[in-house]
């Protein structure tokens, strides 16, 4: 029976990649577009108004800014020595696709990654010409230098299908990744890359992508579903006859692209209770846009709740960029 030897939930997004300085080139698209909070669609301007007592503008200060930015790399380089000292066999990334597979012409709820190996390569430059601003900054973190090959699970993803059916989830699967012509985007997503680059730092196990539509409507799964989901995964992986110690990886999240320090600590809180209810019961509406994510932390909780594993939150920095309160809440927590 394959067991799993680490839980991993961390954030991925592009303020754990670039320096501070460079966090509020992001502002501008900011100002120009809406914003989920709280279940609201609301513009930059009237979040400054509903959010003034939060006395946002101390949070991002330069100096919160840099020492926001180094407690984040802090943790991410205690992720990776975890990772290292632990040396799993093989790896279940739980992630999302934003719109770098899947196109609004097919756009699966879930999806399970077959194939014997998967690939990751270099934007060329017009890709790069296509990036929003403030994203090719962080690319470093998502890309390698040049083409490379990471092997997939076949095996493992051979026993999830087989439970799936059985357990009455219907995914689709996937075995080679969808690549469309005149897209931003080629090779591997950046919610799998992320922790290909910086907690595996390119030595890749065995890896088996999990990837969940978060974002867009309107086929999201709800929380109870994903946590249903990762239990499903669980069984599965107590079915292979294998002796690999698994890591298990949910990638994403948590509140952005507006932050919402309430909800991350509801799931913060809900993971050292090991409290499946009350990950169950986030309400959806609070569940958009980035912070959708957060359902990726809940299908990895589904597995990892039910193993012998327990740890610690490593730390939690949400990273502020405007009054507004736009930027990425950063969350790292370990199991082993
Ligand atoms: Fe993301």
């Known amino acids: 029976m394959a067991e799993a030897a680490l839980g991993l939930w961390t954030t991925h997004g592009p303020t754990l990649n670039t320096s501070p300085d460079q966090w509020v080139n992001r502002v501008k698209a900011d100002v120009a577009q809406k914003h989920w909070f709280k279940g609201e669609e609301l513009s930059f301007d009237e979040l400054i108004e509903r959010r003034a007592d939060e006395r946002i503008d101390e949070k991002f200060t330069d100096a919160e800014r840099r020492r926001?930015?180094?407690?984040?790399?802090?943790?991410?380089?205690?992720?990776?020595?975890?990772?290292?000292?632990?040396?799993?066999?093989?790896?279940?990334?739980?992630?999302?696709?934003?719109?770098?597979?899947?196109?609004?012409?097919?756009?699966?709820?879930?999806?399970?990654?077959?194939?014997?190996?998967?690939?990751?390569?270099?934007?060329?430059?017009?890709?790069?010409?296509?990036?929003?601003?403030?994203?090719?900054?962080?690319?470093?973190?998502?890309?390698?230098?040049?083409?490379?090959?990471?092997?997939?699970?076949?095996?493992?993803?051979?026993?999830?299908?087989?439970?799936?059916?059985?357990?009455?989830?219907?995914?689709?699967?996937?075995?080679?990744?969808?690549?469309?012509?005149?897209?931003?985007?080629?090779?591997?997503?950046?919610?799998?890359?992320?922790?290909?680059?910086?907690?595996?730092?390119?030595?890749?196990?065995?890896?088996?992508?999990?990837?969940?539509?978060?974002?867009?409507?309107?086929?999201?799964?709800t929380p109870r579903r994903c946590y249903e989901f990762g239990r499903m995964i669980g069984r599965a992986v107590r079915r292979w006859d294998s002796n690999a110690r698994i890591a298990v990886v949910g990638s994403g999240g948590m509140s952005h692209f507006c932050i919402d320090e309430e909800l991350d600590q509801r799931v913060l809180e809900a993971l050292s209770a090991r409290d499946s209810q009350a990950l169950c019961a986030i309400e959806p509406e609070l569940l958009r846009s980035g912070s959708s994510e957060l359902l990726n932390w809940i299908v990895a909780s589904g597995i990892l709740f039910e193993t012998e594993l327990s740890g610690d939150v490593i730390d939690y920095v949400p990273c502020y960029r405007s009054d507004a309160g736009t930027g990425t809440a950063n969350g790292f927590v370990c199991w082993n």
């Open 68 to 221: 926001r930015h180094e407690a984040c790399q802090k943790a991410i380089a205690e992720l990776a020595g975890r990772w290292e000292a632990e040396a799993p066999d093989a790896c279940i990334i739980l992630g999302n696709d934003q719109r770098e597979l899947f196109l609004p012409e097919i756009q699966p709820t879930f999806t399970i990654y077959y194939g014997e190996n998967f690939y990751n390569l270099p934007l060329t430059d017009a890709q790069r010409k296509m990036l929003p601003p403030g994203i090719e900054e962080a690319d470093w973190a998502y890309r390698p230098e040049e083409r490379t090959v990471y092997p997939g699970l076949p095996e493992l993803a051979e026993h999830v299908f087989e439970q799936a059916t059985e357990d009455g989830f219907d995914t689709a699967a996937s075995a080679a990744w969808p690549c469309h012509e005149n897209h931003r985007h080629t090779g591997t997503p950046h919610a799998f890359s992320f922790v290909l680059r910086r907690i595996m730092r390119d030595r890749a196990v065995p890896t088996l992508p999990v990837i969940a539509n978060t974002f867009y409507p309107p086929n999201q799964p």
